[in-house]
């Protein structure tokens, strides 16, 4: 079975520019989430998807913003592009939400290295 | 607030020996989850471990053991006899229940095995 898979594989922008990056999921897995992981830091939670609808949000600018679709695909933006979102951007999937008593692990794509000059 | 601080930025320790990765985490919720994850160079992350905040018994998986105490709030990683294929970026995460598909990661331990 294929894993997550994101794309693309590498980008290059300029300031100010806009960029989306995609994302598909394990074939059944019902939940995406974004990561930030800036070189040097561990990862950074920036948005979960679930059923199409966005279920957590981490403190990222209005300037990101995502979205999932009916196939549970999800896509990443980033409108006016800084510096400082030069960055791995991960995408995780789950089969959905998890409960108190329960935990949906989480599987990692091999992300998308986006550079902005 | 969640936070989880790996203290270690850097270590470098020749095949075989024993090293051990270490992880202290805050969270105000009694009920969370804790994860060891690897980072190699191509930048996927590998899924090592999940603990359950209930569940303190201490794990080994082959070479890879980890001990979870409550009372200092860590959760540490070792490795036995290492090998140079354990050179990787190694990173600790939480999740509270409520918000449990939301992790939080340490800054992550760039762990160096020369032979």
């Known amino acids: 079975d294929a894993g997550v898979t994101q794309s693309p594989t590498h980008l290059i922008k300029t300031r100010g520019q806009h960029v989306t990056l995609r994302c598909s999921p394990i074939?059944?897995?019902?939940?995406v989430s974004w990561y930030q992981q800036v070189l040097g830091q561990g990862p950074q939670f920036i948005f979960q998807?679930?059923?199409?609808?966005?279920?957590g949000r981490g403190n990222f600018p209005d300037r990101f913003s995502a979205r999932q679709f009916p196939n549970y695909s999800s896509e990443l933006n980033v409108n006016a592009l800084l510096l400082g979102d030069s960055a791995l951007y991960l995408c995780?999937?789950?089969?959905?939400?998890?409960?108190?008593?329960?935990?949906?692990?989480?599987?990692f794509g091999p992300g998308t290295r986006l550079t902005v000059l | 607030a969640q936070k989880v601080t790996q203290a270690q930025t850097e270590i470098s320790v020749v095949e075989k020996e024993d090293v051990t990765l270490d992880c202290v985490y805050e969270?105000?919720?009694?009920?969370?989850?804790l994860f060891w994850y690897k980072q190699p160079p191509s930048g996927e992350l590998v899924f090592l471990i999940r603990?359950?905040?209930?569940?303190?018994q201490n794990e080994i998986s082959g070479r890879y053991s980890w001990n979870f105490q409550k009372s200092t709030s860590s959760f540490n990683f070792t490795i036995t006899a290492s090998q140079v294929v354990d050179s990787a970026v190694y990173f600790c995460?939480?999740?509270?229940?409520?918000?449990?598909?939301?992790?939080?990661f340490g800054q992550g331990t760039r762990l160096t095995i020369n032979p």
């Open positions: 995780a999937s789950s089969l959905g939400r998890a409960g108190l008593s329960s935990y949906n692990e989480q599987f």
């Open positions: 074939s059944g897995h019902k939940s």
């Open positions: 998807y679930y059923e199409k609808e966005e279920r």
């Open positions: 969270t105000r919720d009694t009920t969370y989850y």
């Open positions: 603990r359950n905040s209930f569940d303190e």
């Open positions: 995460a939480l999740s509270e229940a409520k918000r449990a598909q939301k992790l939080v």
